[in-house]
């Protein structure tokens, strides 16, 4: 059987307890980005830890960030271009990037402040 255990709720089929044991070897695993193998009462489970691509930040659609960009996508990373120009960040050559049309600070503060990125105006 499996369960998702998150915020202290447990879902799926397994009647499984969030303990604070389990939330232990949970958050070790989280912190070790590793998937592991825990005793815990008695029960042997396995720990999957979903963690979320690393996110690279790219200031200024300019002509060095579009392979830049390409290079961090086919690196496995989640791109966001940040530029205050819409029409820079929304062109060509900037395919599977999150284009921010924002002013950096801002863009930056509300990306570290969410796991979700801001919505361009």
Same mark, same amino acid.
């Given at each position: 059987?499996? #369960?998702? $255990? @998150? @915020?202290?709720?447990? !879902? ?17 695993? $989280?912190?070790?980005?590793?998937? /592991? ?6 029960? /042997?489970?396995?720990?999957?830890? !979903? #963690?979320?691509?690393?996110?690279? $930040?790219?200031? *200024? ?7 830049? @960009?390409?290079?961090? /996508?086919? @690196? *496995? ?10 029409? !820079? ?6 395919? *599977? ?15 570290? #402040?969410?796991?979700?990125?801001? #919505?361009?105006?």
């Amino acid at each position: 059987a499996q #369960s998702l $255990i @998150a @915020a202290g709720e447990t !879902f799926g089929a397994g009647n499984l307890p969030a303990t604070p044991e389990l939330a232990n070897a949970a958050n070790a695993a $989280i912190d070790q980005d590793a998937c /592991r193998i825990e005793e815990i009462d008695g029960r /042997r489970l396995f720990i999957h830890v !979903f #963690s979320p691509p690393p996110r690279l $930040i790219i200031v *200024g659609a300019v002509h060095i960030a579009q392979p830049l @960009a390409q290079m961090a /996508r086919i @690196a *496995g990373y989640s791109v966001f271009l940040v530029d205050p120009r819409p029409a !820079f960040v929304e062109r060509d050559g900037f395919a *599977g990037t999150t284009p921010i049309a924002s002013w950096p600070d801002e863009a930056i503060t509300d990306l570290a #402040s969410t796991a979700e990125p801001p #919505s361009s105006p």
